[in-house]
C-alpha cells in the first residue's frame, strides 16, 4: 500500500512535518529565551492574553474554572498585583538594562547586611520558631530598659564587654546607610540548591530580615545611652538619625511584615527620642535637627494601602503554594491551628474540593481592604468588621450534600489579623505626625493643624504644662513633651 503513493505527496508531507517541527521548536526556544514575552491563552474560553512570565509562582491559577474567580484574577493582572508584577517587576518585559537593576538592588540591599550580620545569633526551634538562643545578645536585650526610657549607667557598665563584640556589625550598618543614594532595603531572593539557573517561578522571596532591624537599633540605643551619660547630645541624635534611616528604607518595601515589624522599631525609637529631647543639655540646634528628620520620614511616608497591594500578591503566592504542597505549605503556626481543632484532614479535604470559594473570597476581600486603607483609620471599622463577620460566619460550614467542610481556611489565615496590623501602623504614623507637631511648636510654629491624627482625622491636642509642651492623641498611652525654645 505505501508503496503505491506517489513520491511527490511523501515530499509534501516530509516538507510540511520538518516546517512544523522548526515552527514549534523556534517558539519554544522564543519562549525559554524571553519568557515575558510569549502569550498565551490563560483561561480556557476567555479571550485574555498575558505574558507567560508574569504567573511565575503563581502558575495554579491559570487552572481557574469559575467565572467569578477568573473575573477576581483578571482585576488582579489590570492592577499589576500578581507575585511577578510586585516582587521582579514583570508586570512589562524585562530589558537588559532592569535585569541589571535588580542584580544592583541585591547588590546594595541593606535587608542582606542585616541577615548577615544578625542572622546566625538565631536558630529556629520547634514550637519557638523566633527564640534568641545568643546570650550576649539575649542579655543586651533584657539589659535595654523599655516604656519610660532612661539611663541605667551601672547596666551600662555590665554590659561594655558584649557591646564591644557587636560594634564592628553596628558600624558596618552605618557604613552601608550613609551610601544614601544607592542603599535600599529590598527582598532577598533565595534559590534553592537544586535550582542552577535564575528563575522567577522558583525564586522564595524572603521578607525575614526585617526582624534584624530591632537588633541594630537595640546597638545605637546604647550608644544614645552611653552618649547622654557623656552629656554628648550630638552623638545621640546621630544615632537616631541612622535609626531613623534604616526604619525609612524598610518602610519602602510594599510588605505588611516588613512594615510591622518597622512601626514595633520605630514606636520604641520615640520613646528613647523622648528621653533624649528632655535632657538638661538638649537645644534648639538639636530640636531643629530633629524636626528635618521627621519631617523627611513623614515626607517619604508610603501609602498604607500600597502595603496590602504586595500582602495580596504574597497570598497570592501562599494560595500557589498551598495548591502545590497541600498542608505542608502551612507555617508552623496555622498547621497547630488545624491540630487544636482536628481539621488537618478537613483543611486537605476541603481545599482540594473548594480552593476556588477560598481564592474568591480572599481576593474580594483583599480588594476592600486595599480599597479602604486609602481612608482615616476611623472610616475603615464598618468594613474590617463586615469582613470579619463574613470570615467568622463562613467557619465550620459545611456542603450539604458531600460533608466536606466549606471554610475558606487559607482566606482566614490571611484575613484574621487585618485590624491588628492596621492599628499598629495607624499607632506608628499618629506617633510620627505627633512628634513632628511637638517639633515644630517647640520651634514657635502654630500652623500644625495639617498633621491630623490617622485614627481620628483630627488635629492634636497641644498643651503647655510646666514649662513643657505636651502633644497628646487618644490611642497613645503617653503625651509627647519637648521644651519650648521659641515663645508662642
Do not use: C
Not at 541594630?216 to 537616631?240: F, H, S
Not at 523622648?274 to 517619604?300: A, S, T
Not at 463562613?394 to 456542603?399: I, P
Not at 487559607?410 to 505627633?434: C, G, I, T
Request: charged letters at 25%; hydrophobic letters at 40%; a negative charge.
Amino acid at each position: 500500500m505505501l508503496a503505491k503513493i506517489p513520491r511527490v505527496y511523501w515530499a509534501a508531507a516530509i516538507i510540511i512535518i520538518v516546517v512544523t517541527f522548526y515552527v514549534f521548536s523556534t517558539l519554544k526556544e522564543n519562549r525559554l529565551r524571553n519568557p515575558s514575552r510569549f502569550s498565551i491563552n490563560v483561561f480556557s474560553g476567555h479571550d485574555f492574553d498575558v505574558p507567560f512570565a508574569r504567573f511565575a509562582g503563581a502558575e495554579t491559577l491559570r487552572g481557574a474554572r469559575s467565572e467569578e474567580l477568573i473575573a477576581e484574577i483578571e482585576k488582579v493582572i489590570e492592577q499589576n498585583g500578581l507575585p511577578a508584577d510586585v516582587f521582579f517587576g514583570l508586570s512589562s518585559s524585562l530589558s537588559k538594562e532592569e535585569r541589571e537593576k535588580l542584580q544592583e538592588l541585591h547588590d546594595h540591599n541593606i535587608a542582606v547586611t542585616l541577615h548577615e550580620l544578625f542572622g546566625a545569633y538565631y536558630e529556629h526551634v520547634p514550637n519557638d520558631p523566633d527564640k534568641l538562643l545568643n546570650d550576649n545578645l539575649e542579655q543586651l536585650w533584657n539589659a535595654s530598659p523599655v516604656g519610660e526610657w532612661d539611663v541605667d549607667k551601672e547596666a551600662l557598665d555590665r554590659v561594655q564587654v558584649m557591646l564591644a563584640l557587636f560594634e564592628k556589625k553596628r558600624q558596618d550598618v552605618r557604613k552601608a546607610l550613609e551610601n544614601a543614594s544607592n542603599t535600599v532595603f529590598y527582598y532577598i531572593f533565595n534559590r534553592p540548591e537544586s535550582l542552577k539557573t535564575f528563575s522567577y517561578r522558583e525564586m522564595m522571596v524572603n521578607t525575614g530580615a526585617s526582624k534584624y532591624l530591632a537588633d541594630y537599633a537595640l546597638l545605637e540605643e546604647y550608644v544614645i545611652a552611653q552618649a547622654l551619660l557623656d552629656g554628648n547630645i550630638k552623638e545621640a541624635v546621630d544615632a537616631l538619625a541612622y535609626i531613623f534611616r534604616i526604619t525609612d528604607l524598610a518602610s519602602q518595601l510594599q510588605d505588611v511584615g516588613v512594615r510591622a515589624d518597622v512601626a514595633h522599631v520605630r514606636l520604641r525609637t520615640f520613646d528613647v527620642m523622648q528621653r533624649v529631647v528632655l535632657d538638661p543639655k538638649f537645644e534648639r540646634q538639636h530640636m531643629i535637627r530633629l524636626r528635618n528628620m521627621l519631617q523627611e520620614q513623614h515626607q517619604n511616608w508610603i501609602p498604607e494601602h500600597l502595603a496590602w497591594f504586595g500582602d495580596r500578591a504574597d497570598g497570592i503566592k501562599f494560595y500557589h503554594h498551598v495548591t502545590l504542597h497541600g498542608v505542608d505549605a502551612l507555617e508552623d503556626a496555622e498547621f497547630e491551628e488545624l491540630e487544636r481543632r482536628r481539621m488537618v484532614e478537613a483543611f486537605q479535604q476541603s481545599f482540594r474540593a473548594h480552593h476556588e470559594l477560598d481564592k474568591i473570597f480572599y481576593l474580594q476581600s483583599m480588594q476592600r481592604i486595599i480599597d479602604v486603607s486609602r481612608q482615616p483609620f476611623i472610616q475603615r471599622r464598618d468594613v474590617l468588621h463586615q469582613i470579619n463577620r463574613e470570615r467568622l460566619a463562613r467557619a465550620n460550614t459545611y456542603h450539604p450534600e458531600t460533608g466536606t467542610a466549606m471554610e475558606p481556611f487559607v482566606a482566614n489565615f490571611r484575613l484574621k489579623d487585618v485590624d491588628n496590623f492596621m492599628q499598629l501602623f495607624a499607632q506608628d504614623q499618629s506617633a510620627l505626625r505627633r512628634a513632628l507637631v511637638a517639633t515644630y511648636r517647640s520651634l514657635g510654629h502654630s500652623n500644625t493643624d495639617i498633621y491630623r491624627d490617622p485614627y481620628t482625622d483630627q488635629p492634636y491636642t497641644v498643651r503647655r504644662v510646666d514649662g513643657l509642651l505636651h502633644v497628646s492623641a487618644p490611642p497613645l498611652p503617653r503625651p509627647f513633651r519637648v521644651p519650648v525654645f521659641t515663645a508662642e
